[in-house]
């Protein structure tokens, strides 16, 4: 299986190239050539392990690492670390199914993919004779940045800097970050959002120069964020898991069509369910769920990708974004793997902060559908199902929660609906707590804590009680503009 980029200039590369690294040379996303499809069947795939499947999946994706590779990878990623050893558990609360990945170190789905890209690089990099410092640069709207931190932590031959947006994330998640004791970690805030600090990231990886004078002091960068396709395919295995646990509860037929419903930011997690799709899980509709920053919703509704809008802070931070990277995945596929078209597209997205698709290409998306949800619309969400079910949603789960309502509730579509459930509710307590009905301002993120567990019933995580009494490691705060000199010093001084 060999990678191109979606935009053209980068060809023919193994599938350990493209996770060295991350982003093409063009600004393009790494695709495979041809879109797998499983060999077993589902009833056979839903007797194994959660790392059995996943072998049975990546190495669909990544042919050139062998067996014992991808185990090791494998084993290394999916361990104890993960509070619940299914990994990722499905529970049926309230007419739909919650597919749970939140269980591991940092209590969001992002470590679904970010415990594992790390020893997929390490062993990329000795596949390919690396033998330079791999340097992974991240911009992170919260989730994204403890999580690469914590999976690449103390792994040798790595570095990782984070930089996510001064006061757009949670305390929560800011004493994540700032509290991590990898001695190979950074993190810095910028004065700006979290596209500021997306797009600084980009221009650094777009910079030769700069790449140059790296390579002179023996560093590659890299990049953990979602387009690196060694996050990509690793979120696919459980969308398998999930119709897996279905037929092993007997909730369905083999065969029997579902839909799932992502909270969605940069596009990563719910283009993870259209590769499941494709490979041969029985999935209907796609529902892409927004909060206000729904550019998707407009986008699925109107086929016109328009991000001249104004940012909006919401309870749901890791999707704030107008951006939503990973897309051009599937603008590419809906071109019939046109880099030429996907790479005009991008370029109007870059010039003018709007394009629109053919036609065809909207034929092609027609199983997505978008809908999004306001704040208060969220808040009531998290209190109906505590009241209903007596389970609690965090605000990311609940946006995606209101959006599988309106549309079950508007199209009269019965389908058994898998919502991924992203983030622990104890990562943004206080604002579960809020909708909830409490008053927890002023307080403590760690009282608000206590109580959440308390109402709840739900023991607090490991990862809660790791950042209550760890000391601030990351102080750093600098300007969009000085992002790169943020790198050199973190790594040469
Ligand atoms: C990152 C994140 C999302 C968005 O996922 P994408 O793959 O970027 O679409 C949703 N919820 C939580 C809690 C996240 O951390």
């Given at each position: 299986m060999l990678y191109n980029s979606t935009r053209g200039g980068?060809?023919?590369?193994?599938a350990s190239e493209a996770i060295l690294k991350?982003?093409?040379?063009?600004?393009g996303l790494f695709m495979p050539e041809k879109l797998p499809v499983l060999t077993k069947s589902l009833s056979e795939l839903s007797t194994l392990s959660y790392q059995d499947l996943a072998y049975e999946i990546m190495k669909e994706f990544f042919t050139d690492f062998t067996e014992e590779e991808l185990r090791h990878c494998i084993c290394a990623a999916y361990d104890?670390?993960?509070?619940?050893?299914?990994?990722a558990p499905l529970v049926k609360k309230g007419g739909a199914w919650y597919l749970?990945?939140?269980?591991g170190k940092t209590i969001a789905f992002k470590d679904m993919a970010l415990s594992i890209l790390p020893h997929l690089m390490v062993t990329s990099a000795r596949k390919n004779q690396v033998t330079d410092r791999i340097v992974i640069l991240t911009a992170t709207s919260g989730d994204t940045g403890k999580a690469a931190m914590a999976g690449f932590?103390?792994?040798?031959g790595t570095e990782i800097i984070v930089f996510y947006p001064y006061g757009g994330v949670s305390r929560f998640q800011e004493l994540q970050m700032r509290t991590?004791?990898?001695?190979n970690t950074h993190a810095a805030a910028i004065r700006g959002n979290f596209d500021d600090a997306q797009t600084g990231v980009k221009q650094i990886f777009h910079d030769p120069a700069f790449a140059q004078k790296l390579k002179a002091q023996g560093v590659v960068l890299s990049s953990a964020n979602s387009i690196n396709i060694g996050r990509l395919v690793p979120q696919v295995v459980y969308y398998v898991y999930a119709y897996g646990q279905m037929l092993q509860a007997g909730?369905?037929?083999?065969?029997e069509k579902i839909d799932v419903c992502v909270p969605t930011g940069n596009f990563g997690n719910i283009l993870a369910a259209y590769l499941a799709k494709h490979m041969g899980?029985?999935?209907e509709k796609l529902i892409c769920a927004s909060n206000e920053n729904k550019v998707l919703t407009d986008f699925f509704g109107t086929g016109e990708y328009n991000r001249n809008r104004p940012f909006i802070l919401t309870s749901s931070p890791s999707m704030?974004?107008?951006?939503?990277?990973?897309l051009e995945r599937l603008i590419y596929l809906s071109t019939g793997c046109n880099s030429a078209k996907t790479a005009q597209l991008m370029e109007d997205l870059r010039t003018k902060g709007v394009y629109e698709v053919s036609e065809d290409m909207r034929q092609f998306m027609a199983d997505f559908v978008g809908g999004f949800a306001e704040e208060p619309e969220v808040f009531k969400t998290i209190r109906d199902l505590k009241e209903e079910a007596g389970y609690v949603l965090d605000p990311h789960t609940a946006v995606a929660s209101a959006v599988y309502k309106q549309y079950a509730e508007k199209t009269g579509d019965t389908r058994k609906t898998v919502v991924a459930?992203?983030?622990?509710?104890y990562k943004f307590a206080p604002n579960v707590m809020k909708a909830l009905?409490?008053?927890?301002?002023?307080?403590d993120v760690f009282e608000v804590i206590d109580q959440l567990s308390e109402i709840s019933g739900v023991p607090e995580p490991r990862a809660i009680r790791e950042v209550r009494n760890a000391a601030i490691r990351h102080s750093e705060v600098c300007e969009i503009s000085e992002m790169k000199k943020m790198v050199e010093d973190f790594l040469f001084v």
């Open positions: 980068e060809n023919g590369l193994r991350g982003l093409a040379s063009d600004g104890e670390k993960f509070e619940d050893p299914k990994i749970e990945l939140f269980h932590a103390d792994v040798p991590e004791p990898g001695k909730d369905v037929a083999e065969g899980v029985p999935i704030d974004i107008l951006i939503s990277s990973n459930s992203t983030a622990s509710p009905g409490y008053d927890v301002e002023h307080q």
